[in-house]
């Protein structure tokens, strides 16, 4: 059985993942999400579903070998799916939920905020 540090660096492992409780499962799918950087990937894919490395790059303005780490991320925690084609590399999402589930996180964050505005409003006014 491999440790929780080994599972976490290698993201989801089919043989083991099937033994723990899902809340464990569903923790270790956020750590793939779990920086800006994944998240504005994942955004862009949503957008462009089959982009090539040397596009993203340009679409995120990052440097090859730090977005390099990040798209091993998404593609350990198989958010993302990768395909050689000649000598380019083009990715898209795994699965369409995973721009639904960006989505409906903007929308989450929009109530989040309008509530803490409110809050904030009530409070001057008192």
Same mark, same amino acid.
């Given at each position: 059985?491999?440790?929780?540090?080994?599972?976490?660096?290698?993201?989801?492992?089919?043989?083991?993942?099937?033994?723990?409780?899902?809340? *464990?499962?569903? #923790?270790?799918?956020?750590?793939?999400?779990? !920086?800006?950087? +994944? /998240?504005? /990937?994942?955004? $862009?894919?949503?957008?462009?579903?089959?982009?090539?490395?040397?596009? =993203?790059?340009?679409?995120?303005?990052?440097?090859?070998? !730090? =977005?390099? @780490?990040?798209? #091993? /991320? =998404?593609?350990? !925690?198989?958010?993302? $799916?990768?395909?050689? +084609?000649?000598?380019? $590399?083009?990715?898209? =999402? #795994?699965?369409? @939920?995973? #721009?639904?589930?960006?989505?409906?996180?903007?929308?989450?964050?929009? *109530?989040?905020? !309008?509530?803490?505005? @409110? @809050?904030?409003?009530?409070? $001057?006014?008192?």
């Amino acid at each position: 059985m491999k440790s929780q540090t080994q599972r976490d660096r290698d993201g989801i492992d089919p043989y083991t993942e099937t033994q723990r409780p899902l809340y *464990e499962v569903k #923790a270790n799918l956020f750590k793939g999400l779990a !920086h800006p950087v +994944r /998240v504005r /990937v994942l955004e $862009v894919l949503s957008a462009h579903p089959d982009i090539s490395v040397a596009e =993203l790059l340009v679409d995120t303005g990052m440097e090859p070998s !730090h =977005l390099s @780490q990040h798209l #091993a /991320v =998404l593609r350990r !925690h198989n958010l993302v $799916v990768a395909e050689r +084609r000649g000598s380019q $590399v083009f990715y898209r =999402l #795994a699965y369409p @939920q995973v #721009a639904d589930l960006l989505v409906v996180s903007r929308s989450l964050l929009i *109530e989040i905020l !309008h509530t803490t505005q @409110q @809050q904030l409003q009530s409070t $001057v006014t008192s």
